[in-house]
């Protein structure tokens, strides 16, 4: 892809590139947990977006997506929101020139090798890796974590989606061969090594996607927010939904809808399942992984409500197999991928499994990925 994206670049710009490659992210576990300030155990993942990029010598910048074959051309001093795409790299654009920092025009090469809309992130690994790109490219000395406030802020100021920090942290900080558990209050956050010796994290990818997840993401970070606005009035203490207690959420079910209350105990008990995971993972214990990853996709299923009869078909057929450990949707919801932990000696045959029984039952071909645990946005000049 490296190879693709620079030759690419040169046949339309006739100048060599610096090369970057942003990654995609897996959740392991703390889904939706992150805009309600909560925990997260996402880990960087080897597939993702690679960037062909150099200053421009028009008055003009370029892009061009080789995935959907498509180039646009603007004036990055005079941006306004466009559609698809060009949206995220607009949006950051717009927002690190708000925070100060002076850019010129450039020409911009970028595709990927992971399966759009399947809950990989593609949308934070386009954020990141050309905030990057413009970093190193006009020498801006960002540190990491602006880069990641500012991918994140391009995506709920131009794209309108008001999501978490948990993707762009995940395709920014990863480290190869362990995951993040981050605190998405203070951004604080350590690692934890993966140990897949004998086993393998497959994605199934439902190739379905109901067209949901925007506009109903933004409908549970509402309902949370009112969940947390009625238990202020009885705790003091409360801002988010991390500071809140299953007893002290259970003594106020009066003060709250049954859908507000619903959605509250998923986020409570999930910021607690993002705890036990990683005690699972510092002794080893997959089984114990497993069995918090199929508590977690009943969760989603019932009180969060957020998946669909596809994934839950995937998640309970891979969760019947023997040599399955566990298996949970991940992702915004609402179509996308299954996140399933089995023994590596059975990938075959879980693919062979999954594949039959999915396409009997939808008469649709899922996309089996296998993913391991990698490195955050690198420079690859």
């Not at 020409?107 to 990989?120: E, H, R, S, T, Y």
């Not at 974590?145 to 989606?161: L, T």
């Not at 009035?233 to 500071?243: I, Q, T």
Request: proline fraction near 2%; glycine fraction near 8%.
């Amino acid at each position: 892809m490296i190879e693709v994206v620079s030759n690419k670049f040169i046949e339309l710009f006739k100048q060599k590139p610096l090369v970057f490659k942003a990654p995609g992210r897996i959740n392991l576990i703390g889904e939706h947990t992150d805009y309600n300030l909560g925990f997260v155990m996402p880990a960087a993942i080897n597939q993702g977006i690679y960037f062909a990029i150099e200053k421009s010598n028009n008055d003009f910048s370029t892009f061009h997506s080789l995935d959907l074959n498509e180039t646009l051309t603007c004036d990055i001093q005079q941006l306004n929101a466009g559609k698809g795409w060009y949206n995220y790299l607009a949006g950051v654009i717009g927002e690190i020139q708000k925070v100060g920092k002076i850019i010129g025009q450039l020409n911009l090469v970028f595709g990927g090798d992971m399966p759009i809309g399947a809950g990989l992130s593609s949308s934070a690994a386009l954020e990141c890796g050309f905030t990057f790109a413009i970093n190193q490219l006009f020498d801006l000395k960002l540190d990491k974590i602006e880069m990641i406030r500012i991918s994140q802020m391009a995506e709920h100021n131009f794209v309108g989606v008001k999501c978490g920090i948990m993707d762009q942290f995940a395709s920014m900080m990863g480290i190869e061969d362990h995951v993040i558990r981050l605190d998405c209050e203070d951004l604080s956050y350590d690692y934890f090594p993966l140990n897949l010796a004998d086993a393998a994290l497959l994605l199934c990818d439902s190739k379905v996607n109901h067209n949901l997840a925007s506009s109903e993401y933004n409908v549970r970070r509402s309902q949370c927010e009112t969940g947390v606005q009625k238990l202020n009035e009885k705790f003091d203490e409360v801002k988010s939904l991390r500071d809140v207690s299953i007893d002290q959420l259970e003594n106020s079910k009066e003060l709250l809808e049954p859908i507000i209350y619903k959605r509250c105990k998923y986020i409570i008990e999930e910021n607690l399942r993002v705890k036990e995971f990683a005690e699972a993972l510092h002794l080893n214990d997959l089984s114990k992984a497993g069995d918090i990853l199929n508590t977690a996709q009943i969760a989603m299923r019932d009180e969060y409500e957020i998946t669909c009869p596809e994934i839950d078909f995937l998640a309970k057929e891979a969760s019947g197999m023997s040599f399955v450990f566990g298996a949970r949707m991940m992702g915004g919801g609402f179509g996308g991928c299954t996140l399933n932990l089995l023994k590596k000696n059975e990938v075959a045959q879980f693919e062979e499994q999954i594949t039959s029984a999915y396409e009997k039952e939808f008469s649709i071909s899922p996309e089996i990925i296998e993913v391991h645990p990698s490195t955050g946005v690198q420079d690859l000049s």
